[in-house]
T-cell receptor, first 115, second 114 residues
Framework: EAQVTQNPRYLITVTGKKLTVTCSQNMNHEYMSWYRQDPGLGLRQIYY???????DKGDVPEGYKVSRKEKRNFPLILESPSPNQTSLYFC??????????????FGQGTRLTVV | AQSVTQLGSHVSVSEGALVLLRCNYSSSVPPYLFWYVQYPNQGLQLLLK??????LVKGINGFEAEFKKSETSFHLTKPSAHMSDAAEYFC????????????FGSGTRLQVQP
């Protein structure tokens, strides 16, 4: 089954404690991205990757890091989480590079709370 | 720059009634337009998309949307609402430039009353 898998689904952490949210897709997609969803703001892109070892900033990259060492995995790293990073996070992957292909596959989401 | 405006953060309809969710976009180049649905505690699911060609696009679950360039709109409709349509709906736009990211609207929560 084609899917994007995120872990964990829920996470409560304390300010400053490094964490990683994993994302894996089994469709051999080149393009992957991370979004955060906040009430009234929709989804905003944090980082994206067009291929292995190719990553770039999205609209709200501050406080986040990513890596793309393998095609299937695209972890999101919060080196020093702060309460304003409390949000719902989605990983997504795209069939092709073109914008018309869009992110058709989203993970189930990770609800992060930073206290 | 591209942007999306969804009019109405909450829409309530009766079961069997017409569903109309509004979306207006701003784009400096011809856009690609999408509607997504998000059910509670789930990720987003692509409902339909407009890329080129026919301006009336049909999607899953009986939804359709019409691209109107003159009005910069891409409203989502369904002739008869079902209880199972209750969810949050997001309109999004993408352009064939730069990082090709999706820009989402703020979402519309659809309630369906029995």
């Amino acid at each position: 089954e084609a899917q994007v898998t995120q872990n964990p689904r829920y996470l409560i952490t304390v300010t400053g404690k490094k964490l990683t949210v994993t994302c894996s897709q089994n469709m051999n997609h080149e393009y992957m991205s991370w979004y955060r969803q906040d009430p009234g703001l929709g989804l905003r892109q944090i980082y994206y990757s067009m291929n292995v070892e190719v990553t770039d900033k999205g609209d709200v990259p501050e406080g986040y890091k990513v890596s793309r060492k393998e095609k299937r995995n695209f972890p999101l790293i919060l080196e020093s989480p702060s309460p304003n990073q409390t949000s719902l996070y989605f990983c997504a992957s795209r069939v092709g590079r073109g914008p018309m292909n869009t992110e058709a596959f989203f993970g189930q989401g990770t609800r992060l709370t930073v206290v | 720059a591209q942007s999306v405006t969804q009019l109405g953060s909450h829409v309530s309809v009766s079961e069997g009634a017409l569903v109309l969710l509004r979306c207006n976009y701003s784009s400096s180049v011809p856009p690609y337009l999408f509607w997504y649905v998000q059910y509670p505690n789930q990720g987003l699911q692509l409902l339909l998309k407009y890329t080129t060609g026919a301006t009336l696009v049909k999607g899953i679950n009986g939804f359709e949307a019409e691209f109107k360039k003159s009005e910069t709109s891409f409203h989502l409709t369904k002739p008869s609402a079902h209880m199972s349509d209750a969810a949050e709906y997001f309109c999004a736009v993408s352009m064939d430039t730069g990082r090709r990211a999706l820009t989402f609207g703020s979402g519309t929560r659809l309630q369906v009353q029995p």
